[in-house]
């Protein structure tokens, strides 16, 4: 029993997709539906490629700020070269001081500064080298991606421009298989059109309207009247007639009325 229940669940929930695909289908294919859905789409496209831009400008952003910061670097790296150049500079100066001698040399003070000093300045130029490499590197890479996705960019722009000729070419299409469709309908006799339908009921009303008028002009005595004016046509008619025939001596005399005198002459005498 539970597995008869559960095919005969499955069976009415096909059916009910089946029907609710049916109509998913009709209600897509109405010509305003389907210019709705592609300007709802239209517009989701065009919110994707604005966003798709603003993902564009911050790395052209990056890539600005990245160039800004290898300006800087470049200028900082030029100022430690020149410290470095000046503190060896400076080394050698006081060298000479000492005609040569390196111990006297290596134990001065400010020997011993600048040589620290030009050991500060050639690891610093080491990083800032190093960061520069790194920064070209970025910027590179970010020109490249920026310059691809701007290629991307133009190409969705045209099918966004595409998109919008096809909605109306999409809305035509519909309505002129639309038409198409009633024609052949009509043609076969298979149209759902209430043209023939409308032109009964109008008919109907008309044969309804005129039975009304019929019978409230009987109501107010109106075919009475006429009938009566029937009448009196017959019977001016007929008078019209009876005066014509006695006119010229056609009147009958069976219609006249019994002689008195011939009466009396034939009567036979009571005994």
């Given at each position: 029993?539970?597995?008869?229940m559960?095919?005969y669940?499955r069976?009415?929930?096909?059916?009910?997709?089946?029907?609710?695909?049916k109509?998913s289908e009709?209600l897509?294919?109405?010509?305003?539906?389907?210019?709705a859905?592609?300007d709802?789409?239209?517009?989701?496209?065009r919110?994707?490629i604005?966003?798709?831009k603003?993902?564009?400008?911050a790395m052209?952003?990056?890539?600005?700020?990245?160039?800004?910061?290898?300006?800087?670097?470049t200028?900082?790296?030029?100022?430690l070269?020149k410290?470095?150049?000046?503190?060896?500079?400076k080394?050698?100066?006081?060298?000479?001081?000492?005609?040569?001698?390196?111990?006297?040399?290596?134990?001065d003070?400010?020997y011993?500064?600048?040589q620290?000093?030009?050991?500060?300045?050639?690891?610093?130029l080491?990083?800032?080298?190093?960061?520069v490499d790194?920064l070209?590197?970025?910027?590179?890479?970010?020109?490249?991606?920026?310059?691809?996705?701007?290629?991307?960019?133009q190409?969705?722009?045209?099918?966004?421009?595409?998109?919008?000729?096809?909605?109306?070419?999409a809305?035509?299409s519909?309505?002129?298989?639309t038409e198409?469709?009633?024609?052949?309908?009509?043609?076969?006799?298979?149209?759902?059109?209430?043209?023939?339908?409308?032109?009964?009921e109008?008919?109907e009303?008309r044969?309804?309207?005129?039975?009304?008028?019929?019978?409230?002009?009987?109501?107010?005595?109106?075919?009475?009247?006429?009938?009566?004016?029937e009448?009196l046509e017959?019977?001016?008619?007929?008078?019209?007639s009876d005066?014509?025939?006695?006119?010229?001596?056609?009147a009958?005399k069976?219609?006249?009325?019994p002689?008195?005198?011939?009466?009396?002459?034939?009567?036979?005498?009571e005994?």
């Open positions: 029993m539970f597995k008869a559960g095919k669940v069976a009415v929930f096909y059916l009910v997709t089946f029907r609710i695909d109509a009709t897509r294919t109405n010509p305003g539906v389907m210019s859905t592609y709802r789409i239209i517009d989701e496209k919110s994707r604005n966003q798709y603003d993902a564009i400008a052209i952003a990056q890539e600005e700020s990245k160039k800004q910061k290898l300006k800087q670097l200028e900082e790296i030029e100022k070269q410290l470095k150049s000046g503190a060896a500079a080394a050698r100066k006081v060298a000479q001081r000492h005609n040569g001698d390196v111990e006297a040399t290596k134990a003070p400010e011993q500064k600048c620290s000093a030009f050991k500060d300045f050639s690891s610093t080491a990083e800032k080298e190093a960061r790194e070209e590197g970025d910027i590179k890479e970010l020109v490249k991606n920026v310059a691809g996705h701007k290629i991307n960019i190409s969705q722009m045209r099918d966004l421009e595409k998109l919008a000729e096809e909605k109306q070419d809305v035509a519909v309505l002129s298989a198409e469709k009633q024609i052949a309908d009509i043609m076969t006799g298979l149209s759902e059109d209430r043209t023939s339908e409308e032109l009964r109008l008919r009303l044969g309804k309207a005129s039975a009304e008028a019929r019978m409230s002009r009987e109501m107010a005595g109106l075919d009475t009247k006429r009938a009566e004016e009448f017959f019977a001016q008619a007929n008078e019209a005066e014509f025939d006695q006119l010229i001596g056609l009958g069976s219609e006249e009325g002689d008195l005198e011939s009466s009396e002459a034939t009567r036979i005498p005994a």
